[in-house]
């Protein structure tokens, strides 16, 4: 488990927000009812409420210049601002919605890069912890995983490097949280099954020497010392000096002299 860091993305908006012409702090249910106004008033509006920090009242705003003027130059902006709106007013679902949107109907905008972003992190700021099911965590790692692919060298793609980092140490983590519970109850082909997955799919994060170990364990209650012994000796190779390849080289000993390395001192 780690812990989630909400990222301040009102200094990444403001490239792309456009001045208002005034601002106000008292909110009306009035101000999103359909009421025709011309652009400016209407943008200037919703940027002022912005501006106080009511959130999804701007964010119903902007989606209001989308509709009453589809066509003018400010629609555009306005989609993706009603996204970042929801997504500050922690509304993460309809971020995504409004973002994808966007993306939709202008995939090859400059702000392009920016939406994959405030979607990404939609998602990541939705994760809890690692006892809880994980399919926004791979929602979020995918969606980084887009935008670092479609714009490498964005201004968001170094932090999206170390977001897909983070996520990927977390989806093995609940893998070897599920595989430990399978050991503890005895099913030593599923918990061999999710120990596999870890050093098959995440085998940079800090989960694989474990996971080799718990491999050495749960391949020789199968009755597969031969496998084992594989299992040990790339613990050995790779983490000559982890407790993790201490415990592996003893129980491999236990069963009968093998030729694997001894485990080197931590010291």
């Not at 908006?13 to 999103?32: F, N, V, W």
């Not at 006892?131 to 999206?160: K, N």
């Not at 491999?215 to 031969?226: D, F, N, S």
Request: hydrophobic share 35%; net charge positive.
């Amino acid at each position: 488990m780690f812990n989630m860091t909400r990222i301040a993305a009102v200094g990444l908006a403001c490239a792309i927000i456009l001045p208002a012409t005034g601002c106000s702090r008292t909110t009306s249910s009035s101000d999103t009812g359909y009421v025709a106004r011309d652009v400016n008033t209407l943008y200037a509006l919703a940027k002022q409420r912005l501006d106080a920090r009511d959130y999804e009242q701007a964010a119903e705003l902007f989606a209001e210049v989308e509709r009453q003027h589809p066509y003018s130059v400010w629609a555009r902006r306005a989609q993706l601002m009603s996204a970042f709106s929801f997504y500050s007013a922690r509304k993460y679902n309809e971020a995504i919605s409004s973002g994808q949107r966007f993306l939709t109907i202008h995939p090859g905008n400059k702000d392009a890069p920016y939406a994959h972003y405030l979607i990404a992190m939609s998602y990541y700021l939705q994760i809890e912890d690692v006892s809880r099911d994980q399919r926004i965590s791979q929602q979020a790692l995918d969606a980084f995983g887009e935008l670092v692919r479609r714009y490498p060298q964005s201004r968001y793609s170094s932090d999206s490097r170390l977001k897909m980092d983070l996520l990927t140490d977390h989806l093995a983590g609940k893998e070897m949280e599920i595989g430990r519970f399978y050991e503890r109850s005895g099913k030593w082909l599923a918990a061999n099954l999710r120990f596999r997955k870890v050093v098959d799919d995440y085998q940079t994060t800090s989960h694989t020497p474990e996971a080799l170990q718990r491999l050495v364990e749960t391949y020789l209650a199968l009755g597969i010392p031969e496998e084992a012994q594989k299992a040990a000796a790339v613990l050995g190779t790779n983490y000559p000096s982890s407790k993790w390849y201490e415990r592996a080289y003893r129980l491999m000993q236990r069963h009968g002299p093998q030729q694997l390395p001894q485990p080197q001192s931590q010291g």
